[in-house]
Every structure is written in C-alpha cells, then in structure tokens.
C-alpha cells in the first residue's frame, strides 16, 4: 500500500484530502500540531468508516519537522510514496502594515515549511526511482491583490521553487504538482475577515476604512465551494498516471486566468474598487494638515 504524507490536515482542505486519500486505499499520515487535533482527525475519519494514522509536527519548526519525519519513516518503512504540502496560514493587511515577526512566521510556513518536507522526502523518492510532491499554493500564487501581498507572496515563491523542483526531480521519477485552490470553505477566509476587522476597529492604519470595505467584499462571495471539492482536486494531482504541472480549482478559476492577461490598469482598477481603494478617504491616521 502506498503511503502519503498530508501536512495540516486538522481541518479544511488538508482534513478532506487525507480522508480522500484514505478512500481511495492510500496509507495515510496526516500532520497536525496538537494532540487534540489528531484525536479530532483521526475521529472524523472514523467516522466516514477510514483510518488516518497521526504524526505531531511544526512545519515552522525545523526540529520538528525533523523529528516528525524520522517518526514517519519508521511507520512507512523508509519513507512516504507521496507527500502532499498543504500546511498554510493566512495574513491580511498592507505590506506596510503587517510587522516583519508576522511576514517571517508567514514565511516559515507556507514556504520553508513545504521545502523541509520535500528536502526530507526526497531521498528515499529518488532511490526507490518513484514519488510524488504535490504543493498546495494559491490563486494568490498567480495573482496578487490589495491586502493581500504577504500572502501572495509566499505562494508565488512556492510555485516558482515548485517549478524547479519539478524540472530537478523528473529524471529520478518524481512528480511535482502544484494544486491552486480559490475559496473554499475553510476555517482560513473567517480568520482572514477576523482580522481585518481588527485592523479596521485599531484605527491606525491610513487603509482602515478599505479593510472594511474588503471585508465586506469576502463575505459577498459566498457561498464557497466545499473544502471536499478541492481535496478530490488534490487527490487527482496524487493519484494521476501522468500528473500534471499545475491543477487550479474553484469558481475564481476563469477570472484568475483572465486577470493574468489583461492590462493592469484594467485588473488593478477593478481591484481598487472592489477593496475600497478607490474612495477617497480623506487625511491618513497621524497626517499633518
């Protein structure tokens, strides 16, 4: 039985993946940070009648990770046939408004996190000659938007690290996708909306009154497609005889794809409007008159 690594599964996407998986008769380890999550993991794929064995893991730490892994190989006998990054976390506001502490944990997430496991992983893959790696970025890996560039940025650097982990890993018959889900319904989109909300209510930041407006404009998207929709998405990316480089899933496909051609006067000034940039306000917080 083939086995698959999926980190951040305690919920969303990355718990619908692993439960997925476990279906379609893969040997499952899911990472989570907590030992209340695993229970809670392992309980809801009971649940739905499959076994999804737990590992405790940090991806932002690397001792962790390093720990975790070494557990991993021992349960898989060497090391896992897949692992599937998904392990991300979100972080709304102005470049200028979020603090470097915040940017740098981002970071240690969403991508050294990722490049650890594959570091970690790696090995076995290309002396057993077959693996897959598949990355979970981002809309927001292809196309970025106002409050939203931290975010964006550490998943545009985990499809380009992508890209040439893919290129690298071929000739020893492994496979690197990437998997770029729009919104789901996520515990991610109402932290995301939490905490523009907080930025708005501190009043110190010159955008407050646009985060209001963008967090307004979340909510009118829903309804969001199930976490479930892009898990099969993911399994497909795991699962295919030939896969392929990258999957996009959700509504916001075909306008991800447009905004990427269209000039950006055109993208920029619809996302102005649709984030409250383009009213004027009136004197910034601290502005001397």
């Known amino acids: 039985m083939r086995s698959v690594v999926v980190t951040g599964a305690s919920s969303g996407i990355g718990s619908a993946t692993a439960i997925e998986l476990a279906r379609r008769g893969y040997d499952v380890l899911g990472t989570v940070r907590t030992e209340a999550k695993a229970q809670a993991l392992a309980a809801a794929a009971a649940g739905q009648g499959r076994g999804v064995r737990t590992v405790l893991l ?3 730490d690397p001792r962790s990770c390093a720990e975790a892994f070494a557990r991993i190989e021992h349960l898989t006998g060497g090391g896992p046939w897949a692992v599937v990054n998904n392990a991300g976390v979100e972080l709304m506001g102005a470049v200028e ?7 740098r944990y981002l970071l240690e997430v969403n991508l050294f996190g990722a490049l650890r496991m594959c570091r970690l992983a790696l090995p076995a893959m290309r002396g057993r000659g077959t693996g897959r790696i598949v990355n979970v970025t981002s809309h927001a890996g292809l196309a970025a938007s106002p409050f939203n560039g931290w975010y964006a940025a550490s998943k545009h650097a985990l499809e380009a690290l992508s890209d040439s982990l893919r290129m690298e890993s071929a000739r020893y018959g492994v496979r690197v996708s990437v998997v770029e889900p729009g919104f789901h319904e996520t515990p991610m989109v109402p932290r ?6 907080r930025l708005a209510a501190e009043g110190t930041s010159p955008f407050q009154d646009a985060y209001e407006v963008t967090a307004g404009a979340l909510e009118r998207l829903r309804p969001f497609r199930c ?3 892009a898990a099969r998405v993911v399994c497909r990316a795991v699962c295919a005889r030939r896969p392929r480089a990258r999957y996009l899933t959700g509504r916001e496909s075909f306008l991800t794809r447009v905004g990427q051609v269209v000039p950006p006067v055109v993208s920029d000034a619809f996302l102005r409007r649709a984030t409250g940039l383009a009213r004027c306000s009136g004197s910034s917080p601290g502005a001397v008159s």
């Open 58 to 60: 940090d991806v932002a």
């Open 97 to 103: 408004d979020v603090t470097e502490a915040e940017a």
């Open 192 to 197: 995301a909306q939490r905490r523009l909300a």
């Open 227 to 229: 976490a479930e929709e």
